[in-house]
């Protein structure tokens, strides 16, 4: 409700009030308005509606400031944020502290953290366009009665197609080489006319894939972990 409607009320109420002799609880009856309300409305006579917003205190800086900050930070930007309060000083711009420098440079997006690295997400693996390009080793965990197995898979890069699988009962280079050696690989090698340009061993717990270098499957050494079965 505005403000202003909401004083009118207040001094409806106080008038007929003191005009009818009635208790004030009784008007309120009347025109359906709480007590509670009324008091809290007649607490607030004349103040605006804030509706718990942030009130301007004395120390925030103006917009003019905050634009005077970020330009300034513009033509320096190899300078850091407490430098730039006491260039600042020095040249007349703003006269902030370097935790407010700090605030307005970092909601303006220019700060840059200290180790920052670029991101290299989705630039490290290609995925092959065509058949056997790449074939990947995967092992997965079974449990079975409480004893450990190993189902290793062959995949295809590009269709991800299994083309040969088995449950070994160690995870080691030696189970890997087995299986994608065996004859349903090389039948695929052969129908493919090429080998496989890469072998990339996959990870046991669904980490990313590391790139390995190798001419044929036979002579590819994936990095796995076999020291101890996964907890669960």
Excluded at 44 to 67: C, F, K, M, T
Excluded at 79 to 96: C, K, N, P, Q, S
Excluded at 148 to 170: E, K, N, T
Excluded at 185 to 208: D, E, F, H, Q, Y
Aim: hydrophobic residues 35%.
């Amino acid at each position: 409700m505005p403000h202003d409607l909401r004083d009118a009320i207040c001094d409806l109420v106080r008038h007929y009030a003191a005009l009818t002799e009635l208790a004030t609880a009784r008007l309120l009856g009347w025109i359906g308005l709480s007590p509670r309300k009324y008091h809290h409305w007649r607490d607030r006579y004349g103040q605006a509606n804030e509706h718990n917003g942030l009130v301007p205190r004395d120390h925030w800086i103006e917009s003019e400031e905050r634009q005077a900050i970020i330009g300034f930070a513009r033509e320096f930007p190899l300078e850091g944020y407490r430098r730039l309060t006491f260039m600042m000083l020095d040249h007349d711009i703003a006269a902030v502290s370097s935790s407010t420098t700090y605030r307005v440079l970092k909601e303006a997006g220019l700060l840059q953290p200290w180790n920052s690295k670029p991101d290299r997400q989705g630039t490290g693996f290609v995925q092959p366009l065509e058949p056997h390009d790449h074939w990947h080793v995967d092992f997965s965990y079974l449990n079975v009665a409480g004893t450990f197995y190993y189902l290793c898979s062959v995949l295809d890069g590009c269709s991800r197609s299994i083309l040969s699988w088995d449950i070994r009962p160690a995870m080691k280079e030696a189970d890997a080489e087995i299986v994608a050696a065996c004859p349903s690989t090389s039948r695929c090698a052969r129908l493919s006319c090429k080998r496989p340009t890469k072998l990339i061993p996959g990870s046991v717990r669904g980490s990313s894939p590391t790139t390995v270098p190798s001419s044929s499957p036979r002579t590819s050494k994936p990095s796995f972990d076999t020291s101890k079965p996964p907890t669960f």
